[in-house]
């Protein structure tokens, strides 16, 4: 059995815990809307064609935020399709994804199902092909009480009080030549500087999210962020990171091992923000909002096909990644990258929530079940809230293709305000058990251990409508709790969550 050592204090702490880092994600795309959250004819379906058991799912998870509604699709999105009287909005080719977007689910239908799932909106505007204009618009449409043109349109269309979205992501992905309206760094960075100084006129209690690199592998990834900060540092609040990972080559241990290109990243990022900061002699620190991460790639060959055969179709099963063991115990390790750096990510996205590369799947006419990833996700936003604790860390660690020294138990832990503890930790072991032993240094008074397991013996197992507890948690014996001394196995190959209350 390999062995691996944790130190706690109550005392050491790394910053309190923003409940956003559990947040998701739906883009009007594939099924993630139609035949996802939405589908009228569905039994399941409430009066406004919203299936309730996909938003018990939803609200099951607790996701604070969603962000919506794209994505790609954002960035060839007319905001103003979206409201008024469905039968008069416009039908448009989406050239994110080669589809063809109905508008029949807009703004208010958005609003109403968030209310539904417990959650709240953050919202993407469109730096692609719009701008300045459209962007205050929108703000103006969504926040203001009333007494002006949109927020007057607003009440018209049903809401009398303003939606109140306080949270708002300036464009996406501005930096990739896949996206509508792409633009060079400087370029972006003035648009996003003008948007977000209009946009916070209208409405100055908003928060705003600058678009940094589609991810680290960017061939422009650090100038794209030092190049947009430069003109927009001051008027933005956080800087947005994507990220998504794949395991083509069928090599788990190194796969299981990118989460530490994902602490890279996260230490870049926030590198970057703070040179722009002394470099501007300014006051203000910006925060990262990690607004869409995942694993990625099980769907994409498949997807080919169906473009060769439906373009410009409406709804159809792209980006559907059925998910496997593996994957979710990387999205656990994910998880704890946030929770190390919760003094600087405040938001992220799983992305997405729905079908589309996401936690939980539906059928058509048929069921709703939670996919693997959904577990790690739910068990952090369960237990995960407080505060971070600064956790040392000893254990063996491995050598794979990409990185050196990979931790084989990768492991946080988190105080609720009741000072009860939560460790949340990976075996990333194949094949060897590992003994956990904490010190818990000034919590005394906790004396019930608790431990939740997520295994399979199986690496590649999913779960299906038909077995959907395929993998699933299980609660498991839990270890010792003496003296202030935790010990407690964890198996081979595992996600492991060891409460300890009073
Ligand atoms: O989440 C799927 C897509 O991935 C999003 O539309 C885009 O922002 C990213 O490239």
């Known amino acids: ?20 880092i559990y947040s998701s994600f739906i883009e009007h795309l594939g099924r ?49 399709d979206s409201v008024g009287p469905v039968e008069k ?12 977007e109905t508008n029949e689910v807009g703004l208010h239908e958005f609003d109403h199902w968030l209310k539904k799932a417990g959650s709240e909106m953050m919202y993407a505007i469109n730096l692609g092909t719009r701008g300045v204009d459209a962007a205050r618009n929108v703000v103006e449409y969504a926040n203001h009480p009333g007494g002006s043109y949109w927020s007057d349109l607003r009440i018209k269309n049903g809401a009398k009080d303003p939606l109140n979205i306080k949270l708002w992501c300036l464009g996406n992905e501005m930096d990739g030549p896949w996206q509508m309206g792409h633009k060079p760094a400087t370029e972006y960075g003035r648009l996003a500087a003008e948007a977000a100084k209009v946009m916070k006129w209208v409405d100055p209690s908003i928060e705003l999210v600058a678009c940094g690199s589609s991810h680290s592998e960017m061939p422009t990834f650090g100038t794209w962020e030092m190049e947009m900060l430069e003109e927009c540092y001051e008027h933005v609040d956080y800087v947005s990171l994507h990220r998504y990972y ?33 470099k501007k002699r300014s006051k203000k620190t ?14 994409r060959q498949q997807d080919e096909e169906i473009w060769k055969q439906d373009r410009w179709g409406k709804a159809l099963p792209i980006l ?22 919760a003094d600087r990510v405040k938001i992220a996205c799983m992305a997405q929530l729905v079908n589309v590369i996401a936690p939980i799947m539906t059928r058509n006419g048929g069921g709703a079940w939670a996919q693997t990833i959904y577990w790690p996700l739910y068990h952090c936003s369960k237990y995960g809230r407080g505060t971070s604790l600064r956790a040392v860390v000893d254990t063996p660690t491995y050598d794979c293709s990409d990185y050196k020294d990979v931790p084989v138990v990768d492991a946080h832990a988190t105080m609720d305000e009741a000072g009860e503890l939560t460790i949340f930790a990976v075996n990333r072991d194949m094949k060897e058990d590992a003994e956990l032993t904490v010190n818990l240094g000034g919590f005394e008074g906790l004396s019930k251990v608790q431990h939740i ?23 498991v014996p839990a270890g010792t709790l003496v003296d202030g001394k935790l010990k407690v ?10 409460r300890m209350t009073r």
Request: some cysteine.
């Open 89 to 100: 909005r416009p039908h448009r080719l989406d050239l994110a994804w080669f589809t063809t």
């Open 286 to 299: 910006l925060n990262l909002s990690f607004d869409e991460w995942n694993v990625w790639y099980h769907s």
């Open 32 to 80: 993630a809307v139609y035949g996802g959250i939405y589908e009228p004819d569905h039994p399941k379906a409430d009066a406004q064609g919203f299936r309730e058991d996909v938003a018990q799912l939803v609200k099951d998870l607790n996701v604070p935020l969603v962000r919506y509604p794209g994505g790609n699709f954002v960035s060839g999105f007319n905001w103003e």
């Open 320 to 341: 559907e990644d059925i998910y496997n063991f593996e994957d979710a115990l990387l999205c656990g390790s994910i998880l704890l990258s946030f929770l190390r750096r």
């Open 246 to 278: 794949g395991n083509p080559t069928n090599d788990t241990p190194g796969f299981l091992a990118r989460s530490m290109d994902m602490d890279e990243f996260i230490h870049t990022v926030i590198s970057i923000c703070d040179a722009i900061k002394g």
């Open 1 to 20: 059995m390999k062995k691996a050592r944790m130190i706690l204090n109550k005392e050491f702490t790394i910053a309190p815990i923003d409940p956003r």
């Open 453 to 475: 397991l997520l295994h399979h013996d199986d690496v590649k197992a999913i779960n299906t409508e038909e077995n959907p507890d395929n993998v699933s948690p299980v609660e």
């Open 489 to 498: 196995k964890l198996p081979a190959i595992s996600w492991n969550v060891i």
